[in-house]
């Protein structure tokens, strides 16, 4: 089954810099790649996905590549402030079917 | 976008009882819902696929008998956690497809489960 790598487990930036979370998975067959945003004891919110024939896609601040061939996907934010911090979660998935979850980054901003 | 609700968001029960967390979706018709269990600090672990009209699929070392799924109707899953125990405590997930053409999943706002 597909098994979704993500690291750092743990990321702290200053604010107004750039933040990268990057992210692997194994099952080639996988073609929706969402990133996830958690704040305590609230659900994951959708911050942006990419499906597998884009390579890239951007929305304001938060933009996510996706290289197929190494299948590996990265969602970078830029400009970052306070309210930026919270767990991210990158997943993997078939159109409709089941999501596998990275681990997670805990991502702190600095003022 | 699409709501997916949660009732209770938060339950306290004690050792041994049983408790019913159900997750909604407001605005669509959903044919499956999944169910995720998220530990402190940890990642979402998929539990279960929810059905509408047929069984629910289980996670390997997920204990069916303990979790039940009911996919009531197309807009209703709910998940009983049988005699439960301290180690059942845990934030549960759903999310729900819109529908099998779509990527993008809806997730709830999750239930916090304490077992004392």
């Known amino acids: 089954g597909e098994n979704v790598e993500q690291h750092p487990s743990t990321l702290s930036v200053q604010e107004g810099d750039s933040a990268v979370i990057k992210c692997t998975y194994s099952d080639s067959a996988s073609n929706y790649f969402p990133w996830y945003k958690q704040e305590l004891g609230k659900g994951p919110q959708l911050i942006i996905d990419i499906r597998s024939n884009v390579g890239e896609k951007k929305d304001q601040r938060i933009a996510v590549t996706l290289n197929k061939t190494a299948k590996h996907f990265s969602l970078h934010i830029t400009e970052t402030q306070p309210e930026d911090s919270a767990v991210y979660f990158c997943?993997?998935?078939?159109?409709?079917?089941?999501?596998?979850f990275g681990q997670g980054t805990r991502l702190t901003i600095n003022p | 976008g699409a709501v997916v609700s949660q009732h209770p968001s938060w339950v306290i029960c004690k050792s041994g009882t049983s408790v019913k967390i159900e997750c909604r979706s407001l605005?669509?018709?959903?044919?499956?819902m999944f169910w995720y269990r998220q530990f402190p600090k940890q990642s979402l672990m998929l539990m279960a696929t929810?059905?509408?009209?047929?069984?629910?699929?289980?996670e390997q070392g997920v204990e069916k008998d303990k979790f039940l799924i009911n996919h009531a109707s197309l807009t209703l899953s709910t998940l009983t956690v049988t005699s439960a125990h301290p180690e059942d405590s845990s934030f549960y997930i759903c999310?729900?497809?819109?529908?099998?053409?779509?990527?993008?999943?809806?997730f709830g706002p999750g239930t916090r489960l304490t077992v004392t």
């Open positions: 605005d669509f018709q959903a044919t499956t």
């Open positions: 999310s729900a497809p819109r529908d099998t053409r779509t990527y993008e999943q809806y």
């Open positions: 929810s059905n509408e009209g047929s069984k629910a699929t289980y």
């Open positions: 997943a993997a998935s078939k159109r409709a079917q089941k999501l596998v």
